[in-house]
Nanobody
């Protein structure tokens, strides 16, 4: 099993930045890709970014150029650096991981609010 704990959310003004963290524990050596997605009130969940075991990254168009996903294997942590934040980025942000031979695990989410 894998446990994922997100942190770093909060209130930020439009144009500001936040860095979200997702700390993994447990059977981390079996983790393949890791992801970030979000869910805004009244909207469907939206995939944002993926980072593979080989550090290949992909992004949805709405965040490309503003958000950066990265991983620190020494700290078993994946990050989402979010710049140029907009009010429409307000959502609960989740990280999740695909674990080989096991399945998909989710964190509990962290709230990001972009407002003046």
């Amino acid at each position: 099993q894998v446990q994922l704990v997100e942190s770093g959310g909060g209130l930020v003004e439009p144009g500001g930045s936040l860095r979200l963290s997702c700390a993994a524990s447990g059977s981390i050596f079996n983790i393949d890709a890791m992801y970030w997605d979000r869910q805004a009130p009244g909207k469907q969940r939206e995939w944002l970014a993926t980072i593979t075991q080989r550090n290949r990254t992909t992004y949805t168009n709405s965040v490309k150029g503003r958000f950066t996903i990265s991983r620190d294997n020494a700290k078993n942590t994946v990050y989402l650096q979010m710049n140029s934040l907009k009010p429409e980025d307000t959502a609960v942000y989740y990280c999740y991981a695909d674990v080989r031979y096991d399945g998909r695990y989710w964190g509990q989410g962290t709230q990001v609010t972009v407002s003046a």
